[in-house]
């Protein structure tokens, strides 16, 4: 136990205690009694120097005080210990900081409890601190004093940290630690103090400072899709994400999907969205478009908008929605969080995290078809998944298979493109600088925006919107793609097109004319590799704000779809399923996000920012390089 005399805390309710000292040095020094004064160790000082950086800019010299005398966003600093070890513990607005005393007689080297050490053990640093965001504390708890706890399994399990010494009052703080490739962990630190009051003040103080974060959901609806990939998704639920949401104080109402749209039609007409504070799908990247249809056209309906006419200005959907990855293909996930890992995710969504997203409605002759957020694509892709749905059967590898299968027949289709370059905008498709979390194109683009739909809005209604702005290409198309987001997935990290931005109002329109098989098998392996997949002179890429494609059979009979077309349909019909007759169909399908449309002529339209997934994009790899815990890593 430490004597009552080495406590020492700062409170913003206990104004006094903090206005005495002129500076955090000198209050270290006058208030940690009987220890080596902190400033005159590298752990103290780098306590100090955290808390000064933590001061806010008007805590600095007004009226004459000091930064001490206003202690800005500092509202405690104790000196607690962990497995034995004393340390200085301090808690802003912002960061929990931890640092060991170099005072402290024994040392063992703090670890997360998931964390095993798979590097050589290091001499103890003298410096070592830790800290975490307030934001990725996902909460606290205070240890009973028996020593054991109910493990998420329903279990006893004796804490290790507290056998010996520390066996008093004590609690656990559960925070996020990051991990290579984009994952995130649960990790947790327990503090030991002297007395049960300190204790207690410690829990109050963060859940105050957790209480004060608006964005994190307290009551959420969850649909699983129990056929998703392997079938695992109410276990993945279940075991990894229901523990995390229940430890954090989530509440959620759990529905397990009973067919296809099933999530889609309740969303529409049966839910109470009114009651909860986000949508989560457990499954892949069909049941995540169903989410999001049943809540654009929900949100739509509410609001008194049409959702079929092409020209409506739609209302954004505010309802953030999550995704726990449990699908074959979870390629939105990837895109958005930079894993296919269901904690990582759940942990997204408890801290509250919120990433824009563009959506693209799909119109076929004023009707609406389908949103797309990831792909729309229209020969190799489309006839890839147009294969690959006759195999369902084979699991995941059946898109590898009709893919060769498609390669090799290599076809390509006659039609007529037209589109609205996104003028004005930052960034190209060629970019090296790629979408990451925090995007400064993204927020750019969005900001130009409103002057933007104007001008569009201007030229339409003096129908001279054609003329002056849209452009139109014939040709002979192996394939027509539109990537709404790099479409990258663990398959192909560097996706469809790269520099492609998730939330900047463009679609980025990637024309492949007509080539041979070896130069298509060029661009194909170039997803792959360092080289630009666009630069090949059968390849064209433009970023857009809306396109339109119409198939040549359908130019002469006024955008009629080719199903409507009685001899054509049956003669590409027999074509497509009987390749060995030689004969190229006329047509291919559109693959919207892994879902075949009906139509061949479609109308794309791009809406910038029009959802929010509780996610936060890519982050940067030096997140988590530059951590101070060595066994973040
Ligand atoms: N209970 C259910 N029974 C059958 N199908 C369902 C059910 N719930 C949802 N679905 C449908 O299953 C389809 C595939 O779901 P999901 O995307 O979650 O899994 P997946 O394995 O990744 O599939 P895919 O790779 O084909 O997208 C979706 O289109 C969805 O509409």
């Known amino acids: 136990m430490l004597p009552q005399s080495r406590l020492h805390l700062t409170c913003r309710s206990c104004q006094a205690q903090a206005r005495a000292p002129r500076s955090y040095h000198h209050q270290a020094q006058t208030v940690v009694r009987g220890a080596p004064s902190p400033a005159t160790t590298s752990g103290g000082v780098g306590v100090l120097s955290s808390l000064a ?20 966003r500092m509202l405690l600093l104790s000196e607690l210990r962990v497995r034995n070890a004393a340390y200085d513990v301090s808690l802003s607005r912002s960061v929990l900081t931890w640092k060991r005393r170099t005072s402290s007689t024994v040392y063992h080297p703090f670890r997360p409890r998931f964390c095993v050490p798979s590097f050589p053990r290091r001499r103890p640093d003298p410096g070592v601190g830790h800290t975490v965001s307030v934001s990725e504390i996902l909460s606290v708890r205070e240890e009973e004093e028996n020593s054991s706890r109910r493990r998420d399994d329903g279990s006893w399990k004796k804490i290790k940290e507290r056998e010996g010494k520390d066996c008093g009052p004590a609690f656990t703080v559960s925070y996020v630690e990051r991990s290579p490739h984009h994952r995130w962990r649960c990790a ?7 007395e049960e009051a300190l204790c207690q003040h410690w829990v109050s103080s963060i859940r105050e400072q957790l209480a004060t974060i608006v964005s994190r959901p307290k009551r959420l609806l969850v649909y699983i899709n129990p056929y998703s990939g392997k079938r695992q998704g109410k276990r993945i639920y279940e075991r990894k994400v229901a523990p995390l949401f229940s430890q954090a104080g989530v509440s959620t109402h759990v529905i397990v999907t009973e067919r296809a749209n099933y999530a889609r039609d309740h969303l529409k007409t049966g839910a109470e969205l009114q009651k909860f504070d986000g949508v989560v799908c457990v499954g892949g990247d069909g049941m995540f478009s169903e989410i999001i249809h049943g809540l654009i056209w929900r949100t739509q309906i509410d609001g008194g908008v049409d959702p079929n006419c092409p020209e409506e200005a739609l209302i954004p959907c505010t309802l953030r929605i999550g995704i726990i990855p449990a699908g074959s293909t979870d390629c939105i996930c990837f895109a958005t969080v930079g894993t296919n890992d269901p904690v990582t995710s759940a942990l ?6 919120s990433q824009p997203m ?27 998944l147009t294969d690959s749905e006759k195999k369902r059967w084979m699991g995941p590898a059946r898109y590898d298979l009709s893919g060769v299968k498609m390669f090799l027949t290599h076809h390509y289709y006659e039609g007529t493109v037209s589109y609205l370059p996104a003028k004005g905008i930052m960034g190209t498709p060629r970019d090296a600088a790629r979408c990451r979390s925090g995007c400064v194109v993204c927020q750019h683009n969005r900001q130009l925006l409103p002057e933007k739909a104007e001008m569009y809005e201007v030229d339409e209604a003096s129908g001279s919107e054609s003329d002056s702005e849209w452009r139109t290409l014939r040709g002979k198309f192996l394939a027509i793609n539109a990537a709404s987001m790099s479409c990258a997935c663990p398959r192909s990290p560097k996706g469809l097109s790269p520099a492609a931005h998730l939330a900047d109002g463009t679609t980025d329109l990637i024309l492949v004319r007509k080539c041979s098989r070896f130069d298509f098998l ?15 002179a059968f390849v064209e890429v433009h970023r857009v704000r809306r396109f339109r494609f119409t198939p040549r059979h359908c130019q002469s009979d006024s955008d009629l779809d080719l199903r409507e077309n009685g001899k054509h349909q049956i003669f590409s019909q027999i074509c497509r399923d009987h390749p060995a007759c030689g004969c190229a169909p006329a047509y291919s399908s559109w693959n919207c996000d892994g879902e ?13 920012q029009f959802i929010q997934l509780f996610a936060r994009g890519i982050e940067e790899p030096k997140v988590f390089e530059e951590l101070p815990n060595p066994c973040a890593i």
Do not use: W
């Open 53 to 72: 950086e933590e001061t806010p800019a008007e805590g600095q010299e007004q009226d004459g005080q000091t930064q001490m005398e206003r202690p800005g």
């Open 188 to 194: 947790e630190v327990t503090f030991a103090c002297p």
């Open 348 to 353: 997204h969504i408890i801290v509250g995290d």
């Open 358 to 384: 563009d959506v693209c409605s799909v119109h076929h002759n004023n009707a609406f078809l389908q949103y797309s957020v990831s792909l729309l694509g229209y020969g190799f892709y489309g006839d890839v």
């Open 522 to 536: 060029r661009h194909l392996l170039r997803h792959t590799s360092k080289d630009d997949q666009f630069d090949l």
């Open 596 to 608: 075949i449309l009906n139509h061949t002529a479609i109308d794309v339209r791009v809406h910038c």
